[in-house]
């Protein structure tokens, strides 16, 4: 496996036309407006109106890039000081603020699922996160459990509303279009043959989905919460 930057050497000093901060910002702007199969060095090149080879000064392969891109990330989510807000009103607020920074950014349940994170904003998230559920009375291996817990909650249940709405986009479709679309199909679908779920179908009719989403993420999420108070 290759190494990850962070436990590398930079071998080369900066150049003063283009800092990786640049060059890690247009990523991450790039990566917004077209995913991961969009993300290019040459793309990135264009975007910073730059030569290839004044990216490569900077990241020496895409998989680099993306580690310090992913990093860059994980410093846009908010863990509250289990001191001042608790451990439960803490672990909600973590909750929704990585909510917000995957759908802020869509690819990234994709880009982090196959790369190791430990960039520093990475590891200071992890150390505040778990000091939310040492607070709450988590110990040893419990501790790693209760976050990745968490973690995976999140990460999972926005993956896949983000996935959801990738795919409205594409679909050339408002949210609204789409879902009068799949609910006429749904009903049509249920017939006589299946009463109960005609009638749960016909629940759904006007709905805001995205509001419904929000709700269904803290409902799963309190039963989480819910789960992790029973067991202490």
């Given at each position: 496996m290759r190494s990850s930057v962070w436990t590398r050497e930079r071998r080369r000093p900066p150049r003063e036309t283009l800092s990786r901060e640049q060059v890690v910002r247009a990523a991450i702007e790039l990566l917004d407006s077209e995913g991961l199969n969009g993300l290019s060095m040459r793309k990135l090149a264009e975007r910073l109106s730059a030569g290839a080879t004044s990216?490569?000064?900077?990241?020496?392969?895409?998989?680099?890039?993306?580690?310090y891109v992913i990093d860059e990330i994980y410093g846009e989510v908010d863990v509250p000081d289990a001191d001042l807000a608790g451990w439960r009103s803490g672990a909600i607020l973590l909750a929704h603020s990585l909510r917000a920074t995957i759908l802020r950014h869509p690819w990234l349940p994709e880009?982090?699922?196959?790369r190791i994170s430990i960039g520093p904003n990475a590891m200071s998230l992890s150390r505040r996160a778990t000091a939310l559920f040492r607070s709450a009375g988590f110990t040893g291996f419990d501790l790693?459990?209760?976050?990745?817990?968490?973690?995976?909650?999140?990460?999972?249940?926005?993956?896949?509303?983000?996935?959801?709405?990738?795919?409205?986009?594409a679909s050339g479709k408002t949210v609204n279009e789409w879902a009068n679309e799949v609910y006429a199909q749904a009903l049509a679908a249920a017939k006589d043959d299946y009463p109960e779920q005609k009638e749960r179908i016909a629940d759904w009719k006007d709905v805001d989905l995205l509001q419904m989403q929000s709700a269904s993420f803290s409902f799963g999420l309190e039963c989480l919460l819910d789960g992790f108070a029973a067991r202490l």
């Open positions: 990216i490569y000064w900077h990241v020496e392969t895409k998989d680099d890039l993306l580690e880009a982090i699922s196959s790693d459990h209760a976050a990745g817990a968490l973690f995976s909650y999140v990460i999972g249940s926005t993956g896949s509303q983000a996935a959801w709405m990738a795919t409205v986009k």
